[in-house]
């Protein structure tokens, strides 16, 4: 079964920085699409990032220019850079990816959580 494992979250203050990693128990060299997603209390699952196996990536206007996606995959591993960070980025990150464009996505993992407060 495929299994992420995120790691890497906790407490800054705004205008600070973490890097968020997700460990994969499978090969990720294969997988389209990995990506990083949120969710803060009370509100739906977003996606924040999106790096194909092409290196192309995607981001939420919300981050753009203050999170930078990578993938490793020779250490199946995603990261998730994130700089200049708010109150608002305030939320549980998960990884999750896609073996297709279009393959549904994999069992979700236990996330790790980031708070952005004085």
């Known amino acids: 079964q495929v299994q992420f494992a995120e790691s890497g979250g906790g407490l800054v203050q705004p205008g600070g920085s973490l890097r968020l990693s997700c460990a994969a128990s499978?090969?990720?060299?294969?997988?389209?699409?990995m990506s990083w997603y949120r969710q803060a209390p009370g509100k739906q699952r977003e996606l924040v990032a999106t790096?194909?196996?092409?290196?192309?990536?995607i981001y939420a206007d919300s981050v753009k220019g203050r999170f930078t996606i990578s993938r490793d995959n020779a250490k199946n591993t995603v990261y998730l850079q994130m700089d200049s960070l708010k109150p608002e980025d305030t939320a549980v990150y998960y990884c999750?990816?896609?073996?297709?464009?279009?393959?549904?996505?994999?069992?979700w993992g236990q996330g790790t959580q980031v708070t952005v407060s004085s």
């Open positions: 790096i194909t196996s092409g290196g192309s990536t």
């Open positions: 499978i090969d990720i060299f294969s997988i389209y699409r």
């Open positions: 999750n990816g896609q073996y297709y464009s279009l393959s549904p996505l994999y069992p």
